[in-house]
């Protein structure tokens, strides 16, 4: 139940046993892209930082993905501007683009050895009537941004693609892959050489505010700081500690199996560009090649929390949908096999902001490779005095009705009603 991308990474360091400071400018609850990239850009400014992380650097959702770095907002473009307006839509659109710049300018800067590979994105559709959205989103995406998409009808699709379920595809070129565990260790490296100081193992059990102020005092299982302002990037893992954030979170469980190394014609088959891929379901499924040749296919088998028995339950399912696919890969051996949760709002939105001197970024709706790493630079700079560098300041960031932290019922609930919407879109 490893993870592929954890398992083929070298460990940074080991921060189990780093001394907690007792005060620092600021605290990062989080060993995941947003606290790490935070740790980092908030050290590169001249803060003192102290990054808590409950289990290892990069355990959670961060090390669990599909190492995909993709445009487009998770409510579909088109959905955007019906809810905001077309200006407000755009440019939550470009923050999007300007997130996978950000990792690629990073990776140049400090020529990092991370598979970075802009290969671009390919969204497919699973029914005739979703064709008809990808060609209407093609079009209202190159009218109002620009954005260079390509569309790919279902009698030229092998071009693309290996299998004949997709009635065609939409690609765009701006879309990318990388190694997350490897560039995950090597920014945990780099903020450590910024200056900043990572706990792994000291879980924050008690978050005790100082008057009315953003000092708290921060108590974990190793030990007690006081930080001048914290920022929370726990995604799917947000605990007990901060309840009002815990209640805007819907943690769901993603899936993914990794085949062994494949032989090269194979490859070529199967993704000739090597695109990053998904379908048009809610019960998506997703899928690259790895950089050594292997198919990783993901999705949300179904709607679950993770842990080792229903990481093989689903992985189970997965594998049967990758076969259906991919008939080609039914005599491949499976090599991996691991689950993690997705954090997911009402909104299907990122969040993030300032609640009761707390800060946070939040909710990335399975798109959390590029903007939570640029996420991390945007609360760097809202802790150092501008809050209008968060482009999601202003969204409403609505409670889950009825929910308290115990998702079961509204797994239940939310895979039913989208396996409804599958059927009858």
Do not use: C
């Not at 954890?6 to 001394?19: C, F, I, N, R, V």
């Not at 990239?37 to 993905?65: F, P």
């Not at 995604?235 to 990794?258: A, D, E, H, L, N």
């Amino acid at each position: 139940m490893h993870s592929y991308w954890l398992d083929t990474a070298t460990p940074s360091g080991d921060y189990t046993q780093t001394e907690i400071p007792k005060e620092v400018d600021v605290a990062v609850v989080g060993g995941g892209f947003t606290g790490l990239s935070t740790a980092y850009h908030a050290a590169k400014a001249g803060k003192s930082v102290a990054l808590l992380e409950a289990r290892d650097v990069m355990w959670g959702a961060s090390g669990r993905n599909g190492g995909m770095a993709t445009t487009g907002l998770a409510v579909g473009f088109r959905d955007a501007i019906k809810r905001y307006g077309e200006q407000r839509a755009i440019g939550y659109f470009r923050e999007y683009n300007e997130a996978i710049d950000l990792i690629e300018n990073f990776v140049r800067e400090h020529d990092l050895d991370v598979d970075y590979e802009r290969s671009g994105k390919m969204t497919l559709a699973y029914k005739e009537s979703h064709w008809a959205g990808l060609q209407q989103s093609a079009e209202t995406l190159k009218r109002l941004v620009d954005q260079p998409v390509q569309l790919v009808d279902r009698e030229n699709i092998r071009s693309e693609i290996g299998s004949d379920v997709y009635y065609g595809a939409m690609v765009d070129p701006l879309g990318a892959g990388m190694h997350v565990g490897k560039f995950g260790h090597e920014l945990a490296r780099l903020a450590v050489e910024a200056g900043a100081t990572i706990h792994e193992r000291a879980e924050v059990t008690d978050v005790r505010r100082i008057g009315n102020s953003t000092i708290h005092d921060l108590t974990t299982s190793r030990g007690t700081v006081r930080a001048g302002k914290v920022v929370v990037g726990t995604s799917g893992y947000t605990g007990k500690p901060f309840g009002w954030m815990q209640r805007r979170v819907i943690p769901v469980g993603s899936f993914i199996v990794v085949t062994e190394p494949l032989p090269q014609d194979l490859v070529d088959e199967l993704l000739p560009n090597r695109r990053m891929a998904s379908d048009s379901k809610n019960f998506i499924y997703y899928f690259r090649i790895t950089p050594d040749n292997r198919l990783l296919f993901g999705g949300r088998a179904r709607f679950a929390l993770s842990d080792p028995s229903q990481d093989r339950e689903s992985g189970e399912i997965l594998k049967k949908a990758m076969h259906y696919v991919f008939p080609q890969t039914r005599d491949a051996r499976i090599d991996y096999m691991w689950g993690g949760l997705v954090d997911i709002s009402m909104d299907q939105m990122v969040h993030a902001g300032e609640h009761d001197g707390l800060f946070y970024s939040l909710n990335y709706s399975g798109h959390g490779v590029q903007m939570a790493n640029y996420m991390g630079k945007v609360m760097a700079e809202v802790v150092d005095g501008n809050p209008h560098a968060n482009i999601w300041r202003d969204l409403k960031n609505p409670w889950i009705p009825g929910y308290f932290g115990h998702p079961w019922l509204h797994l239940r609930v939310g895979g039913a009603y989208f396996g409804l919407q599958d059927k009858l879109s």
